[in-house]
């Protein structure tokens, strides 16, 4: 059974910082893309980071600068660094697991989403 958990989310003030963590289980993680998408209230669900397999990251244009994606494969863990945080970043937080096998069927697994706040 694949399970992927995000924690890390809470209330920030502007300027702050916050460390998201996705902890997965029952994938070979190391052979998946992870990506860190939100939505907040009334928006469609966008993408905020993406991290290959192999390392190399993509940023939004709104958190390139901000936030950092990473992840160790050992622990089966990605991260979602935020920092100078802003009231536009308050969302739900979502990590994805994605892979395309060789013979090109695509997996995707959600995590169940978290938090974050940002506001004085």
């Known amino acids: 059974q694949v399970q992927l958990v995000e924690s890390g989310g809470g209330l920030v003030q502007p300027g702050g910082s916050l460390r998201l963590s996705c902890a997965a289980s029952?994938?070979?993680?190391?052979?998946?893309?992870m990506n860190w998408y939100r939505q907040a209230p009334g928006k469609e669900r966008e993408l905020v980071a993406a991290?290959?397999?192999?390392?190399?990251?993509n940023y939004a244009d709104s958190v390139k600068g901000r936030f950092t994606i990473s992840r160790v494969n050992v622990k089966t863990t990605a991260y979602l660094q935020m920092n100078s945080l802003k009231p536009e970043d308050t969302a739900v937080y979502y990590c994805?697991?994605?892979?395309?096998?060789?013979?090109?069927?695509?997996?995707?697994?959600w995590g169940q989403g978290t938090q974050v706040t940002v506001s004085s």
């Open positions: 991290i290959t397999s192999g390392g190399s990251t």
């Open positions: 994805k697991a994605m892979k395309t096998s060789s013979w090109g069927r695509t997996y995707e697994y």
């Open positions: 029952g994938i070979t993680f190391s052979t998946y893309a």
